[in-house]
DNA sequence: GGGGCGGGTTGCGTGAAGGAACCCGAGTTG
DNA sequence: CAACTCGGGTTCCTTCACGCAACCCGCCCC
């Protein structure tokens, strides 16, 4: 992402963006959501260059979207953790990737599947209608400039 | 957006982005969402270079995300329509958007909403249980790798 | 024949991504 | 006590995609 800035866009998504759009972010915090912590860690999952790694964690910490906490002293290690904010991010990084498990299919059926604890039921993403509380088709959906 | 692959991923998330995760192209998704669907169209609304606007285009349109349809012959005019698998990305687009709405607030509050059509509640985006059928908080998923 | 409109392409400069090498503090092995 | 390893980075260089401006082309209108 060159300028990372969308002005004028008056969108959220355009904000999002800026925050979560760059190549890997939201890679990392997908990792991240499985349970990896460690710089090692996402070098391990995710096939990053270590400095773009370094500058992501950096920009996702400013942004209050991870937290860097100590793990040990002698030497002090630290660890990243999601913030309330980054596991906000949940919804999102599912529907993209049941957006691909769906439009992009491959042989064998996608590789990773995101299951209900306790129940174990497959968790899908939904669009709802807080007025009239039913789930809504895409076209029904009119975004429209409130402002 | 460099290489723009993400090989050896194993996740469909990296597959997506692959394919709508180059700067622009979501915006461009939203725009079409909106309505927009000519060349200078895209141009007003979203203050990209006509070169990247083009090549994006084309690349959506090779993704089957969106099709190129004459409206007009002498001179033949195109313009660029989702296709139902772009229309498929209105859950992810509306996920990051109210994902900045509640994590990057603005005083005046949000500048777009996603309106139920017919019936005008706000439509918002929600995990849920294919198994047990209730709403599914965050914490309660488990994204595990099947494969 | 000059201008405008829609829909692009071409060429150039720059800054972010990729890759490899290096660094540092602390523990561990021989 | 030197050499090595491990976690967590930083520095440097190259390359390639983005941003910008200029140009192009077919067709219409005046």
Redesign the pocket.
């Known amino acids: ?4 800035t969308y002005e004028g866009q008056d969108c959220n998504l355009a904000r999002s963006l800026e925050v979560i759009g ?3 972010t939201l890679l990392i915090i997908r990792s991240a959501l499985l349970g990896t912590s ?4 996402f070098l391990a999952h995710l ?6 790694l ?2 992501r ?2 920009r996702l910490v400013e942004q209050e979207i991870m937290e ?1 906490v100590p ?1 040990q002293d ?2 002090v ?4 953790r999601l913030t309330p904010v980054g596991r906000d991010l949940t919804r999102a990084v599912i529907a993209l990737m049941q957006w691909g498990d769906r439009n992009l299919p491959q042989e064998l059926g996608p590789p990773r599947r995101a299951d209900h604890i306790g129940c174990d039921g497959v968790v899908h993403v939904e669009l709802h209608c807080g007025s009239c509380g039913r789930a809504v088709h895409d076209e029904e959906v009119d975004v429209r400039r409130i402002r």
Do not use: Q, T
């Open positions: 992402m060159l300028k990372h760059e190549r890997w460690r710089f090692d860690g096939d990053i260059a270590r400095n773009v370094s500058s964690l950096a860097r793990y002698k030497p290690r630290y660890e990243y």
